[in-house]
């Protein structure tokens, strides 16, 4: 029943290789120089392809089909001359070294593409070190090398002929650092690295990713009649190094050390929000998680970031 629902292209194949008569000992003929020579080909010496199926190539085919696990009874039926065919097959090409593909990707670029880029050029010796997901300055010093030994311009940008060389074929979008952001150092963890960012209503900056789902969110308040006010969102390490000093001198809010406040990365804001009895505060608790933004310090009601 399974042969109805084959392409008929496939049929007559099928026929064909269907076609070798079951051999044995004792056989003699073409099929069996068929025989002798796959056996070689698949690495079991049957002695000379002469058309005799003697002891030499009775060993050869009981070895041939105990290695497959089928019964090694020394008799070619169509099990073994199946199992011959699949060891005997030409095998597929190996992949292109190139004809890959993906979406563009350039520092600040963050999410799965630039993973699977990232443990792409691991895999090629341009080492970027853990495969985060964020395209920081580590990947671009490694896309430039890879770009530079592949004769390709080395700007850095992963873009279509890069991909082609990188040979891999990448799905989905990346957060574009290229709408309207601007590249800048930010920190996380300590950690110096390039990120793109936006300008939200209001005029501060996020990351460009948490940009634009801020200014979604926004246009939901408004539309809900809440002004999302913000105060403070992306901060450079001399602004976070002012308010930390400020928190030293007791002047100031809580304020993580340098280098170390979410802020710098561009995922946090701190919203105008009055309170926890406030339209705006149940308004953020109730839609908030719906654009990615969650609260994350208990003491501070203000204090949302961006965790998509
Ligand atoms: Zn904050």
Redesign the pocket.
């Known amino acids: 029943m399974v042969a109805i629902a084959r392409s008929t292209a496939l049929a007559p194949r099928v026929a064909a290789l269907a076609a070798p008569p079951t051999l044995r000992a004792g056989a003699n003929g073409p099929s069996v120089v068929t025989l002798q020579k796959k056996l070689a080909a698949a690495g079991f010496n049957p002695g000379a392809a002469d058309g005799d199926f003697g002891p030499k190539t009775l060993a050869a085919v009981k070895a041939f089909q105990q290695a497959k696990g089928l019964a090694a009874d020394g008799v070619v039926g169509p099990k073994t001359w199946s199992a011959l065919n699949a060891a005997t097959a030409p095998k597929p090409p190996p992949p292109a070294s190139s004809g890959g593909s993906g979406p563009t990707l350039r520092v600040g670029a963050r999410g799965e593409p630039v993973r699977a880029l990232q443990n792409r050029l691991n895999a090629l010796g341009y080492k970027v070190g853990a495969a985060d997901g964020d395209f920081g300055p580590k990947t671009l010093a490694a896309v430039k090398a890879f770009q530079k030994a592949k004769g390709l311009t080395a700007d850095g940008v992963v873009g279509p002929k890069t991909w082609d060389k990188l040979g891999i074929k990448v799905q989905g979008p990346s957060t574009p650092p290229s709408s309207g952001g601007r590249v800048v150092t930010g920190y996380v963890n300590g950690v110096p690295r390039q990120i793109s960012i936006s300008s939200i209503p209001g005029g501060k900056s996020m990351r460009s990713d948490a940009a634009a789902a801020f200014t979604r969110m926004h246009a939901a308040a408004s539309r809900a009649g809440i002004n999302l006010h913000v105060n ?1 969102a992306f901060r450079s390490m001399e602004e976070q190094r002012v308010l930390y000093q400020k928190y030293l001198n007791g002047t100031g809010n809580l304020a993580a050390k340098p280098g170390y406040s979410n ?1 710098q990365g561009g995922i ?3 919203i105008n929000v009055g309170g926890t009895g406030t339209s705006t505060y149940k308004w953020l608790a109730a839609h908030a998680k719906e654009y990615g933004f969650v609260r994350t ?1 208990p003491s ?1 009601p ?2 949302w970031e961006f965790r998509p």
Do not use: I, T
């Open positions: 403070s802020h946090a804001l701190d310090v501070e203000w204090h």
